[in-house]
């Protein structure tokens, strides 16, 4: 399960059953933090999610700021609800290149905003998974 943690606006991403590919997404509207975890927690369990991988927005100098801070507390919340792996995965321009998808499929710009999330956390999902599968 691949997450694109926001402010208001979360996506989240499942793999298929082999963790080849990313697949189904989905987005949740929730700013509450503890109640986010909870809701994807109870996701991942009625998924048979095995582990979780949430997206950490590091600056471009690989340096890591309030929002990384922000997800990594977000993780360790969702590792102890969820009881399992949680993983976080650099996601510096996972944003910039969902909204170029969007484009390029010919998406109205004002559109983007209902589905930027959902596309950014099967980026995230999809570079993790592609990174394990070559291991």
């Avoid at 691949?2 to 059953?17: E, Q």
């Avoid at 189904?24 to 933090?33: C, K, P, V």
């Amino acid at each position: 399960m691949g997450i694109d943690l926001g402010d208001r606006r979360t996506g989240v991403c499942i793999s298929d059953l082999t963790g080849t590919l990313s697949g189904e997404a989905l987005l949740i509207e929730e700013s509450d933090m503890d109640r986010l975890a909870r809701t994807i927690a109870k996701e991942a369990w009625a998924r048979g999610v095995g582990e979780i991988v949430v997206g950490c927005p590091k600056n471009m100098n690989a340096t890591e700021g309030e929002k990384a801070q922000k997800s990594a507390d977000f993780a360790e919340k969702l590792r102890l609800l969820a009881k399992l792996p949680v993983v976080l995965w650099d996601e510096r321009l996972t944003t910039v290149d969902a909204h170029r998808i969007l484009r390029e499929s010919g998406k109205r710009e004002i559109r983007h905003k209902k589905v930027v999330d959902k596309v950014a956390a099967s980026i995230i999902l999809q570079n993790y998974l592609d990174f394990k599968n070559r291991a």
